[in-house]
């Protein structure tokens, strides 16, 4: 299929609800956008994000919308790909053409005056005119009460998800609170995502947690396990160094060491150890799971996106380019990774260096 011509592409002016950002992948798979996925990945997950010329009040210093950035010339804003604007009219049309391929649409809201009002608008428009399942990751410095999460569930949500990002009160307060001026509170996202579990039910919050913030292994997974033990989903995301953010110049973590909190963020949260059986060192670092994690460095669903479900029950938002760019080591796998991407994984863990070379 012929592509649109990205002169279609609205300009900065273009605001929500009529208009929203899509990720690179969810505007390749809707023919928005020429190009390929990085090994033919496929998008299960549409993911919009709602647009203001004034951006988000947000102050976050990982995120490349803090401090009120709208949205650049060719919808340069986001996550380290491009997210283009489009009317919301062409994007529900592309989205009833794609069918089956897509299983699962979220609606991001960013910290706007407007934006709980306009999320309610998109996803009733995504549930009226697609028929899919709507996932609302929300902002809980706006969306605070019961009554407000109720109107998002009736508005299309059957899920909700709550990027806490930061693993410990300090950080957050470090990168999106005090620290920076934010508008963001450690305990007020808690006490929403508890809202969010009355009203939505266990299994359909979700909590997103970025590994590479500052925090140690052991910080990093008893936040996991304290998300799994309210009933919630933790979700995990790899820092990635922002242009134009506060943290633009900060390394991505050691994949090694956000391999090992994949393994425990799979056993938390399939029960199959807690963090009470897990051994950490001095400085944190996961010394011993608990039980043994090879038949799951094999079988290597540790190492895949997980994200909200289709009406099946697995995984939609496998998000391509969630974590890095096209062709960049790939923190969370969007497919069953391969036998050599496994043998990949098992050198990460061995922190990059072979068995044979290894000092003994
Ligand atoms: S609230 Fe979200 S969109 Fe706004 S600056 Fe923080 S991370 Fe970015």
Known sequence: MQPEREEMTPGPRAESPEHVQLSLAAALTLGLKRGRFHRDARLGCLNLLLTYRDGCAGRCTYCGLAGGRGVGEGGRTFIRVGWPTHPLDRVLLRARRAGARLRRVCVSMVTHAR?????????????????????????PTLVRTVWQLRELRESGADCVGVAVDAATEALFARHRGAGVGGPHRWDRYW??????????????????LIVGLGETEREMVETIQRVKDLGAVPHLFAFFPEAGSLLEGRPQPPVDRYRRVQLARHLIAAGGASTGDMTFGEDGRIVDFGVDVAPLLWEGDAFRTSGCPGRDGETSCNR?????????????????????????????????????????
């Open 115 to 139: 934006a709980f009002e306009d999320a309610k608008v998109v996803m009733g428009r995504v549930r009226d005119e697609t028929g899919l399942p709507v996932s609302a990751l929300i902002a």
């Open 191 to 208: 006490d929403v995502m508890r809202k969010a579990l009355g009203v939505f039910g266990s299994g359909k919050v979700s909590v997103h």
């Open 320 to 360: 391509p380019y969630g974590n890095e760019r096209p062709g960049g080591t790939l923190y969370n796998y969007p497919f069953a990774p391969e036998a050599e991407d496994l043998e990949a994984v098992a050198q990460e863990l061995r922190g990059g260096v072979c068995e044979a070379c290894r000092p003994c």
